[in-house]
């Protein structure tokens, strides 16, 4: 069975900084890109970022751009999100996806419950 | 960047009946297009890939259609599992973009 499970958010002041974690088991990790997917408290979905298997490709939206790093650690099966200089505008629930493919596909097949990032003084 | 664009925000139905979503895209996404459904307190649970495929245990009562710019996501008959709200997400370009989501209600 797949899991992804986040960790790591919380209430963080604004331009301070956060990193994400999230620990997949129930396949093979380093087979698969991944993502993060964010949705702002009752608001749609957003894709933040995405990288490859061998994270060699990584995308950002223009959102987060220069201010997220995406990475991997494919021996411990885990992904991460490095989030500097937060705004109000970055408060949400952070989902940790599964791609369908090696490469970025944006096919999310599978996510896990997220973690929430609220940026407040 | 392709905007998707869903219909109507809210639809209120018995169980039982036939829902019809639609989601609009700016322009082309060929057959890039998927569903998701999710549910109060938890993640999105992917449904439909490339317009008209079911995912991995997503029940026949799941229908999935059109090409291009128009794609419609049909419940045949309502489960009282069903009442969600669905997104669309294309993925023909970057940034890959979800539309702003149906509410599907009981009435």
């Known amino acids: 069975e797949v899991q992804l499970v986040e960790s790591g958010g919380g209430l963080v002041q604004p331009g301070r900084s956060l990193r994400l974690s999230c620990a997949a088991s129930?396949?093979?990790?380093?087979?698969?890109?991944m993502h993060w997917v964010r949705q702002a408290p009752g608001k749609g979905l957003e894709w933040v970022s995405g990288?490859?298997?061998?994270?060699?490709?990584?995308g950002y939206a223009d959102s987060v751009k220069g201010r997220f790093t995406i990475s991997r650690d494919n021996a411990k099966n885990s992904l991460y999100l490095q989030m500097n200089s937060l705004s109000s505008e970055d408060t949400a629930l952070y989902y940790c996806v599964k791609d369908n493919q090696i490469s970025s596909s944006w096919l999310f097949d599978y996510w896990g419950q997220g973690t929430l990032v609220i940026v407040s003084s | 960047e392709i905007v998707l664009t869903q219909s109507p925000a809210t639809l209120s139905l018995s169980p039982g009946e036939r829902a019809t979503l639609s989601c609009r895209a700016s322009q082309s996404v060929s057959n890039y297009l998927a569903w998701y459904q999710q549910k109060p307190g938890q993640a999105p649970r992917l449904l439909i890939y490339d317009a008209s495929n079911r995912a991995t245990g997503i029940p026949a009562r799941f229908r999935g259609s059109g090409s291009g710019t128009d794609f419609t996501l049909t419940i045949s008959s309502l489960e009282p599992e069903d009442f969600a709200v669905y997104y669309c997400?294309?993925?023909?370009?970057?940034?890959?973009?979800f539309g702003g989501g149906t509410k599907v209600e009981i009435k």
């Open positions: 997400q294309h993925r023909s370009n970057w940034p890959p973009h």
């Open positions: 129930g396949f093979t990790f380093d087979d698969y890109a």
């Open positions: 990288i490859s298997w061998n994270s060699g490709t990584v």
